[in-house]
């Protein structure tokens, strides 16, 4: 069983190559290179011994994707990681946002929708929430409008692919992620933000290892137990997992509609002082710190009821907060070293 995985030297892309190359899956990546690099290839192999097929393609080149699905013709499952995904970026560029994270979208399903089986796995956000009303968030809560246009590409995205589904063999599973973090145990794979990094905890490892100077905690006057932000930190393996539980489900054609939501998270909320305060004990060291304005954008707490992923999905997150940050750190300190 041949999976096509978009985006597969990305951070969560690669991470999970890995795990459907342990469970035997024959695995070729797309990747256009623009936020990750090919010597992510060897780290895939460290760990498994194989080197997947790797195809360096834009898919925003529909030319370009019609051509790898008749070179690749026994592809019958899809994992979509490839779209733009920084918060800041997309408001500023939204047309970006929407040619690189919609056009492919529907590029990959005109293709997969000429194939007698079509799995598609799709990497949607809990943005799709906005700030939900009710903790943890189930699958039910309300998509309500889109803080930023790439958290809208995800909500169209999703909308696009049940129209689709509706109407053709293909057969679809929305995974919703919290907060990936961490790397490989075996620090062969890990986060490779490109310039300053937006997200906290390469912030933090960043800081930790002498290349920022402090890290800027965005708040600390919200409604929150120490004011600062809640989320659902999870470990990138854990996520990682997910993907290959998901594309099995409906391999094995166990899913009960043509489209199933997953949220994936921990189910444990966490502030970003919490965070603070976990890595400082993971990594024997003081974070260097500041509390400045909030952060545009930012929802107050997010973190997933999991019943729905333990109980249907049959996959549930298994590693600490602490794990993960551990993880996150060897693997800043390894590229740093
Ligand atoms: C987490 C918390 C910040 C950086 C985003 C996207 C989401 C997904 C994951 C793609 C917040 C605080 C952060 C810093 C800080 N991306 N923070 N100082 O915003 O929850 O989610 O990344 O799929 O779609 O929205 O993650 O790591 O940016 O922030 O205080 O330097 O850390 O305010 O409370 P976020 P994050």
Same mark, same amino acid.
């Given at each position: 069983?041949?999976?096509?995985?978009?985006?597969?030297?990305?951070?969560?892309?690669?991470?999970?190559?890995?795990?459907?190359?342990?469970?035997?899956?024959?695995?070729?990546?797309?990747?256009?290179?623009?936020?990750?690099?090919?010597?992510?290839?060897? =780290?895939?192999?460290?760990?498994?011994?194989?080197?997947?097929?790797?195809?360096?393609?834009?898919?925003?080149?529909?030319?370009?994707?019609?051509?790898?699905?008749?070179?690749?013709?026994? %592809?019958? =499952?899809?994992?979509?990681?490839?779209?733009?995904?920084?918060?800041?970026?997309?408001?500023?560029?939204?047309?970006?946002?929407?040619?690189?994270?919609?056009?492919?979208? %529907?590029?990959?399903?005109?293709?997969?929708?000429?194939?007698?089986?079509?799995?598609?796995?799709?990497?949607?956000?809990?943005?799709?929430?906005?700030?939900?009303?009710?903790?943890?968030?189930?699958?039910?809560?309300? %998509?309500?409008?889109?803080?930023?246009?790439?958290?809208?590409?995800?909500?169209?995205?999703?909308?696009?692919? !049940?129209? %689709?589904?509706?109407?053709?063999?293909?057969?679809?599973?929305?995974?919703?992620?919290?907060?990936?973090?961490?790397?490989?145990?075996?620090?062969?794979?890990?986060?490779?933000?490109?310039?300053?990094?937006?997200?906290?905890?390469?912030?933090?490892?960043?800081?930790?290892?002498?290349?920022?100077?402090?890290?800027? !905690?965005?708040?600390?006057?919200?409604?929150?137990?120490?004011?600062?932000?809640?989320?659902?930190?999870?470990?990138?393996?854990?996520?990682?997992?997910?993907?290959?539980?998901?594309?099995?489900?409906?391999?094995?054609?166990?899913?009960?509609?043509?489209?199933?939501?997953?949220?994936? =998270?921990?189910?444990?909320?966490?502030?970003?002082?919490?965070?603070?305060?976990?890595?400082?004990?993971?990594?024997?060291?003081?974070?260097?710190?500041?509390?400045?304005?909030?952060?545009? =954008?930012?929802?107050?707490?997010?973190?997933?009821?999991?019943?729905?992923?333990?109980?249907?999905?049959?996959?549930?997150?298994?590693?600490?907060?602490?794990?993960?940050?551990?993880?996150?750190?060897?693997?800043?300190?390894?590229?740093?070293?």
């Amino acid at each position: 069983m041949k999976v096509l995985v978009t985006g597969g030297l990305g951070f969560i892309g690669s991470h999970t190559v890995v795990e459907l190359q342990n469970e035997g899956f024959e695995v070729v990546i797309i990747d256009n290179l623009s936020n990750a690099d090919e010597s992510v290839l060897k =780290g895939i192999e460290a760990i498994t011994g194989k080197q997947p097929i790797f195809e360096k393609l834009d898919l925003r080149e529909k030319p370009s994707v019609v051509e790898f699905f008749k070179k690749h013709s026994d %592809v019958s =499952g899809v994992i979509h990681f490839a779209a733009s995904k920084a918060v800041g970026e997309s408001v500023e560029n939204p047309l970006l946002y929407y040619e690189n994270n919609i056009n492919t979208l %529907v590029y990959l399903l005109q293709e997969l929708q000429q194939k007698p089986e079509a799995n598609f796995i799709f990497s949607s956000s809990c943005t799709v929430y906005g700030q939900a009303e009710l903790m943890p968030i189930t699958e039910n809560a309300p %998509v309500q409008q889109a803080m930023s246009p790439y958290g809208n590409t995800k909500q169209i995205g999703e909308e696009i692919i !049940v129209d %689709v589904a509706k109407v053709t063999n293909i057969n679809a599973i929305l995974l919703r992620y919290f907060n990936p973090i961490g790397a490989h145990p075996t620090a062969e794979l890990g986060e490779l933000p490109i310039g300053v990094p937006q997200n906290l905890i390469p912030f933090i490892t960043q800081t930790a290892v002498g290349l920022r100077k402090e890290l800027s !905690v965005f708040g600390s006057d919200y409604p929150t137990a120490d004011g600062t932000c809640i989320r659902d930190y999870i470990h990138v393996v854990d996520l990682a997992k997910a993907h290959v539980v998901a594309l099995k489900r409906l391999i094995d054609k166990k899913n009960t509609d043509k489209v199933e939501t997953f949220n994936l =998270g921990t189910g444990t909320g966490s502030s970003v002082l919490e965070v603070i305060n976990a890595f400082e004990k993971v990594s024997g060291q003081k974070l260097n710190y500041k509390i400045v304005d909030r952060r545009e =954008g930012d929802v107050v707490e997010a973190f997933a009821n999991t019943d729905k992923a333990n109980d249907i999905l049959g996959w549930k997150a298994k590693s600490t907060l602490e794990e993960a940050l551990a993880s996150a750190w060897k693997w800043e300190q390894k590229i740093r070293g």
